[in-house]
């Protein structure tokens, strides 16, 4: 994938990378946040011992709600090499990671492929890929192989909340695809011990006053793919941050009524997964970035 001319994401901004930005705020260098052992994914990614969590900086989606906006909109990190890379994710490993957990990845694809080629067989755990689910199926059939788990998102059903919450009033129809190759290429999840190794889990964070939009996205999941083949993580942890104060009906939590709803509807459609306590809390989510281990 050439980033003179970068068309790895949806936006397919053309940005010559190696000049300057692209949409995503990405240079032709990996830049990443943190690297640690994340003890606040589903129990089945963090485990016993916590998932081998980099958090790249950058974002091709502008959520104005983002909790982790200090790194996806901000660019908050560090400039390291693909050989850096390589070496940080053995050193999650040998910290005990049971997988190593890439967030926000996207813009970091080909860099991404190369550090894991490094490693190679000493790499010997899950590698996970942790999206906004705003991806091209073209960029990751590059990650066929590399992947064992998909952790998308599916954020949003109606173009008009992707256009006006994240800049991105294709975010269906282009999320929808992605998850379907991502499915195609992982196939249905695998649990061994309480720890996923391979398959797709589909998170989804209900918004507050958009019931009705999360409603679709879980019937679109259950008509979608075959029972139990893959996982829906349901979340409730939505507190209005950065710019979500523009927007009156998303300047709240959501109700229990409303997350009650959801969780009876996915009950109904056989959909099976993870459901938070909806008094989760956003610090328990979002990590001081600091640099640590990168």
Known sequence: MDLHDCKLCPRKCGADRYAGKGFC??????????????????????????????????????????????????????????????????????????????????????????????????????VIYNTGGYELPETLKMLDGYVDVYLPDMKYHGSELGEKYSSAGNYFEIASE??????????????????????????????????????KILEWIAETFPEKDVLVSLMSQYVPVYKSFEHKEISRRISTFEYNFLLDRAAELGLEGFMQERSSAVSDYTPDFDLTGI
């Not at 499915?183 to 209900?206: D, E, F, M, P, T």
Request: proline share 4%.
């Open 25 to 126: 705020g990405c240079g032709a260098e990996i830049k990443a946040a943190k690297a640690f052992l994340h003890m606040w994914e589903e129990p089945c990614i963090s485990g016993g011992n916590g998932a081998g969590t980099v958090f790249f900086s950058g974002c091709n989606l502008k959520c104005c709600y983002c909790q982790n906006h200090e790194i996806s909109d901000n660019n908050f990190g560090k400039e390291i090499s693909a050989e850096r890379l390589s070496e940080i994710f053995l050193e999650l490993r040998e910290k005990g990671a049971d997988n190593i957990d890439l967030v926000s990845p996207t813009p970091y694809v080909p860099q991404i492929i190369k550090a894991l080629d490094i490693c190679g067989e000493k790499l010997d755990i899950p």
């Open 178 to 215: 992605a998850i379907k190759e991502m499915y195609r290429q992982v196939g249905s999840v695998q649990i061994v011990n309480g720890l996923i190794k391979k398959g797709v889990i589909i998170r989804h964070l209900a918004l507050p006053s958009h019931r009705k939009d999360s409603e």
